[in-house]
Nanobody, 124 residues
Framework: QVQLVESGGGSVQAGGSLRLSCAAS????????MGWFRQAPGKEREGVAA????????VYVDSVKGRFTISQDVAKNTVYLQMNSLKPGDTAMYYC?????????????????WGQGTPVTVSS
């Protein structure tokens, strides 16, 4: 079965960095789109970044452009989210997800499988 396991969350001060990892198994990684999402308390889940595994194309939400970088290691079936210059507004539970729809997307409804999430807390 499809499994997505996130790691790398934690607590940092504003301006700090974290690198999230998501190890995928149970499906053909190279055919899918992988996305990172976040959800803060009381807010809707938001697409942060996505990468289309087949060609490495990426997309980001405007609020993280220039600060976050999504990347992948296809051989390890793993996707990463490097987060730099973190702000208190980045505080949320971060989830990775996979979509087999064949296009890159930041819409949560386009994704079928989700990990359990890893928490990120940024203090001022």
């Amino acid at each position: 079965q499809v499994q997505l396991v996130e790691s790398g969350g934690g607590s940092v001060q504003a301006g700090g960095s974290l690198r999230l990892s998501c190890a995928a198994s149970g499906y053909t990684y190279s055919r899918n789109c992988m996305g990172w999402f976040r959800q803060a308390p009381g807010k809707e889940r938001e697409g942060v970044a996505a990468i289309y595994a087949r060609n490495g194309r990426t997309v980001y939400v405007d609020s993280v452009k220039g600060r976050f970088t999504i990347s992948q290691d296809v051989a390890k079936n793993t996707v990463y989210l490097q987060m730099n210059s973190l702000k208190p507004g980045d505080t949320a539970m971060y989830y990775c997800a996979t979509s087999a729809l064949g296009w890159i997307s930041l819409k949560p409804n386009d994704y079928s499988y989700w990990g359990q999430g890893t928490p990120v807390t940024v203090s001022s």
